[in-house]
Protein backbone atom coordinates (compact mmCIF):
# COMPACT_ATOMS: atom_id res chain seq x y z
CA UNK A 1 0.00 0.00 0.00
CA UNK A 2 0.98 3.40 -0.72
CA UNK A 3 0.71 6.43 1.75
CA UNK A 4 1.00 9.68 -0.24
CA UNK A 5 1.47 12.64 2.00
CA UNK A 6 0.49 14.81 -0.68
CA UNK A 7 -0.85 14.43 -4.56
CA UNK A 8 1.95 12.76 -6.79
CA UNK A 9 3.06 15.98 -9.41
CA UNK A 10 1.29 14.55 -11.71
CA UNK A 11 -2.58 15.44 -10.30
CA UNK A 12 -4.80 12.47 -9.37
CA UNK A 13 -8.10 13.33 -10.15
CA UNK A 14 -9.58 10.76 -7.29
CA UNK A 15 -14.02 10.65 -7.42
CA UNK A 16 -14.85 10.26 -3.87
CA UNK A 17 -17.63 9.30 -2.27
CA UNK A 18 -19.77 10.11 0.26
CA UNK A 19 -17.79 10.47 3.53
CA UNK A 20 -18.59 7.51 6.33
CA UNK A 21 -18.54 8.60 9.56
CA UNK A 22 -18.76 7.15 12.85
CA UNK A 23 -18.92 8.89 16.73
CA UNK A 24 -16.91 11.70 17.43
CA UNK A 25 -17.15 12.61 13.60
CA UNK A 26 -14.52 10.69 12.92
CA UNK A 27 -15.24 10.82 8.94
CA UNK A 28 -13.51 8.66 5.97
CA UNK A 29 -13.97 8.44 2.54
CA UNK A 30 -13.77 6.09 -0.81
CA UNK A 31 -12.35 6.94 -4.28
CA UNK A 32 -11.28 6.05 -7.19
CA UNK A 33 -9.42 7.44 -9.99
CA UNK A 34 -9.93 6.90 -14.04
CA UNK A 35 -6.95 4.22 -13.77
CA UNK A 36 -9.04 1.89 -11.51
CA UNK A 37 -6.87 2.16 -8.58
CA UNK A 38 -8.87 2.62 -4.57
CA UNK A 39 -8.20 5.39 -2.45
CA UNK A 40 -9.02 5.98 1.36
CA UNK A 41 -9.11 8.75 3.30
CA UNK A 42 -9.92 10.87 6.01
CA UNK A 43 -11.74 14.30 5.70
CA UNK A 44 -9.49 16.09 8.27
CA UNK A 45 -6.64 15.83 5.66
CA UNK A 46 -8.14 15.88 2.44
CA UNK A 47 -4.18 15.52 0.69
CA UNK A 48 -3.55 12.41 2.65
CA UNK A 49 -4.70 8.90 1.67
CA UNK A 50 -3.65 5.28 1.19
CA UNK A 51 -4.03 4.06 -2.22
CA UNK A 52 -3.45 1.08 -3.78
CA UNK A 53 -5.46 -1.67 -6.26
CA UNK A 54 -9.50 -2.29 -5.46
CA UNK A 55 -8.43 -6.11 -4.67
CA UNK A 56 -5.94 -5.23 -2.41
CA UNK A 57 -8.22 -2.38 -0.22
CA UNK A 58 -11.07 -4.58 -0.50
CA UNK A 59 -8.74 -7.56 1.17
CA UNK A 60 -8.30 -4.46 3.81
CA UNK A 61 -11.50 -3.82 4.69
CA UNK A 62 -12.26 -7.28 4.85
CA UNK A 63 -9.70 -8.00 7.20
CA UNK A 64 -10.76 -5.00 9.58
CA UNK A 65 -14.41 -6.78 9.79
CA UNK A 66 -13.09 -9.92 10.79
CA UNK A 67 -11.40 -8.64 13.86
CA UNK A 68 -7.94 -8.16 12.63
CA UNK A 69 -7.94 -4.66 13.80
CA UNK A 70 -9.36 -4.85 16.93
CA UNK A 71 -6.00 -4.80 19.23
CA UNK A 72 -6.08 -1.54 18.21
CA UNK A 73 -9.40 0.02 19.32
Known sequence: MNVTASPS??????AWGDAFCSEGANCFRFGLDDAGRAYIGSTLSPGEYVSDSVEALRALISAVKSGAADHLL
Open 9 to 14: PARVDI
